[in-house]
């Protein structure tokens, strides 16, 4: 039904097949013609001049390739030079890899001579295992309440917020298909999805996964463990599987029944929480004189071995909502995964797991991993999980001790996953050690031997035994050499993508990547680290400016804007710290506590299923309110201008001034937070009116009106407006256009402005982000500037540029070259021994400045000589002058096509 109507809906897209390269060419078409009939020839030619005539053919096809080669080349630098976006067709060229599905593979115990659907069973039957024992899906009764039905505005909420472009499951319907059915006809969903948490009934059909196998790298091909199995579930099954991930989730916060020391999958939680953990455990024991062991534990397939009497007695004894509860139940049985083969497709039921690719399967993983870090541990060992990724950190005084609390910790966790059937690999778990003792101590897990590492991955962090982070920076520099391997694929020298392409990709790809975790290696780098990261940064400044090899990186870095690495992953770590980490910074970097910024609000504040009456919020202009008698209207507004910030609102009842209120907030507020303020403080005055009254708050800022109808906003005042909205629906809020001309948004203007020299000091709202970041970056630029004025290299950019900035340079290749002095120019090649003298063939010394005045090759781009004295402020001006800078690229472009001109016989 649904392909028909989309048959007959939409128009079916053409695609042009495109049989020839975009570099072939009418030249390469004849010369290929050529080379055919010489070819020819030399194979019909008599015996006596054969051999002559494939000389000459073996000869033209040489130098065929050779033009394919030279038009395939100038090809490629054309399709990268005509980039347009930064993240355009060639970004994805260079730096995501095309990772196709496998074949299907015959296993080493599959039969070679059985056919595809045979194979493609042998491969589900040892992916997909069936456990010892089986599993029970009949509920006991709960005692729990239900929960109430799939609100429409909770559905709608998730359907508008599916991702585009992602495959579909079994049944071919693909996320957009379903935005469009749901626009169209909005009671379809919620009926179908509120029957089947009535009925606790998943249906079958929307539990069938279609099985897409990958490859892991490095491994054989012949082992069912070398495929990862992707699960491509239908769409319609997703969307109800992610109501109910979000009904648990919300129970599950909402009653604290989460560990904390679970950092894996949840809001608030990051690599960046889990990691400062397990480094504040090691660094405290330490301190105290410890001998210190960290485990890291490596589970076989922990999300498809996972049980599924596991997740359903944790869901039972989490007291969860009973018809969630037995949704649950549902989704998990029944369920089947399906290979499509040329000759038909295999099928084998799903008995233990979660499907990789599912919505629920994080959520059901974490219920499961909950209950062995609710265990009671001993007070010197410490575990915690990002995940299925597990931690134990032992401490002890002797060694003895140490390994004998240790092997207490394998066994209570070894008991753990022998009752959930759950397989650790012995080969990935290892453990590092914090200590000064000779003697390793001797580790075992059921008999194996764990090794000693020196150090380990974890989360993407690189943790060494000396925690000097030396090997996670060097690990980095070869993952950044490959990403400079790929930027050379697209950026040439004097063809590729544009510069400002270049730093763009710099910033939001490179750099991303090496700051990951950098909050616990990089706030305090010592001068080997600065030295290292200056040394993986450097390739990348070369490249996007098109600079000379041997310019210095500090001139580099100015030029471009760009500070140096040490100091960005630093800001990185300082500001991670404060804002996301809550630990306070040295008072030298700034006083300000984390308890005075402005917190991030993660969770549900409210039921997933509650949401503001859809006439509550408007954002059509609500002038048409204020002429009604019957309407209590209240203006607000918020206003930051040289004085301070200011935030007020006024009320209007039958054309009469009744009640205004105004406060002055920290100059550091945004004016954000104060049209927020003022909203806050208006529904608070309009839910204490009579119950009779109905109120009608115009605000002129759209963005503070989104946040307060947004249950899952981040603000947290935006948070508290939506819970007095919600519990008030006589409370209405509409947007109004500021500045025209509208009386009570005027008055609103005009009091939120007075309020920022005389209002009444408000210290409810804390400082913003934006504050926190700003004052850490001023910090950074200062760090900089200092180290850019007492530098001693990049000189010649530093008179011209004394100053360090954010903002790139408008400075293109040739600019770089002039200004640096490093191009050719034989002065510098003389000074580098690339040449023997560093005369111009006029006569000259060839200098910048030679070229840029003097020199009779150059005499159609020269500029007026300037007096020895004033050398620097000439360059000074040039750099500031694009009609200037235009001659001087004038000048390098001639030169670097015309090197041997310049060079002295």
Known sequence: MFFTACNKSFKIKKQLLITKPNWWTEQLEIHKKKVRALRKRAQRAPEFERQARYQVFKKEKAKYKRHIKQARNMGWRKFCSAASHPYGKQYKVAFRKSVFPSQIPYLINGDPKGSLQEAAQNILDQIFLSPAIPTNYNLTTSTQPPDPPFSPQEISAIIEHLPSGKAPGIDGIDNLLIKIIHKRFNNIFPTLFNKCLHLSCFPDSLKIGNIILFQKGGKDQRLASSYRPISLLPTIGKVLEKLMTQRLTYHLESTNSLNDRQHGFREGKSVDTAINELLRNIKTARRDGKHVLVLSIDIKGAFDNVQHRAILKTLDASACPSNINRLFHSLLQNRKVTLLTPQGRATKEQKQGCPQGSCSGPALWNLVANEILNQVWP???????????????????????????????????????????????????????????????????????????????????????????????????????????????????????????????????????????????????????????????????????????????????????????????????????????????????????????????????????????????????????????????????????????????????????????????????????????????????????????????????????????????????????????????????????????????????????????????????????????????????????????????????????????????????????FFSQHGPFPAYLKRFHLSDSDYCSCGGIGTALHYATECVYTVSWHMRKPAPNFEQEWLKRVANNLFSRQRIRGIIKFMSENRDLFRTP
Request: with cysteine; charged share 20%.
């Open 379 to 817: 007070d010197n060992v410490h575990i915690q999980a990002f995940a299925d990724d597990f931690v134990l950190v032992i401490k002890a005084d002797t060694n003895k001790s140490l390994v004998e609390d240790t092997q207490s910790a394998i066994t209570q966790f070894s008991s753990w996953c022998s009752e959930n059937e759950l397989v650790i690999s012995t080969e990935k778990t290892n453990y590092i050690l914090f200590s000064k003792m000779v003697r390793s101590p001797k580790i075992t897990w059921n008999g194996y031997k764990i090794n000693r590492v020196k150090s380990f991955k974890y989360l993407g962090i690189h943790v060494d035994d000396r925690l000097n982070w030396l090997e996670h920076i060097n690990k980095q520099g070869e993952k950044a050499i490959k990403m400079q391997q790929n930027l050379k694929r697209i950026a040439g020298g004097n063809w590729g993508i544009s510069q400002i392409h270049r730093w763009t990709l710099y910033k939001t790809v490179i750099e991303r990547m090496l700051a990951h975790g950098s909050s616990v290696w990089c706030l305090n780098p010592t001068f080997k680290m600065k030295r290292k990261l200056s040394s993986i940064q450097r390739p990348f400044l070369l490249h996007i400016s098109g600079a000379y090899r041997t310019t210095p990186t500090a001139a580099l870095q100015t030029i471009l804007g760009i500070p140096p690495l040490h100091m960005q992953l630093q800001f990185e770590a300082r500001f991670t710290s404060i804002y996301r980490l809550r630990i306070p910074l040295p008072p030298f970097i700034t006083d300000t506590q984390p308890h005075d910024l402005e917190m991030k609000a993660t969770g549900w504040s409210t039921h997933p299923s509650e949401h503001l009456k859809p006439n509550q919020i408007s954002f059509e202009d609500g002038e048409a309110y204020i002429a009604r008698k019957d309407i209590i209207n209240i203006f607000t507004d918020g206003s930051k201008t040289e004085h301070g910030v200011g935030a007020a609102f006024c009320v209007l009842t039958n054309d009469i001034w009744a009640y205004q209120w105004s406060a002055k907030l920290n100059d550091n507020n945004t004016v954000f937070q104060a049209e927020l303020t003022a909203l806050h403080e208006a529904v608070i005055y309009a839910s204490h009116l009579p119950n009779h009254n109905t109120s009608n708050i115009h605000v002129d800022n759209r963005a503070s009106i989104m946040a307060s109808s947004n249950s899952k906003s981040t603000n947290a005042t935006a948070r508290k407006i939506f819970k007095i909205l919600l519990s008030n629906p006589r409370i209405k809020v509409s947007w109004v256009k500021a500045h025209a001309g509208n009386i009570g948004n005027e008055r609103a203007d005009q009091l939120a402005k007075d309020a920022t020299q005389h209002g009444q000091p408000y210290s409810h709202t804390k400082l913003p982000k934006p504050y926190i970041k700003g004052l850490l970056r001023k910090r950074m630029l200062e760090e900089w500037q200092t180290s850019w004025k007492n530098g001693d290299t990049g000189r010649k950019i530093y008179n011209i540029m004394p100053s360090v900035s954010l903002r790139p340079t408008n400075w293109i290749r040739e600019d770089v070259i």
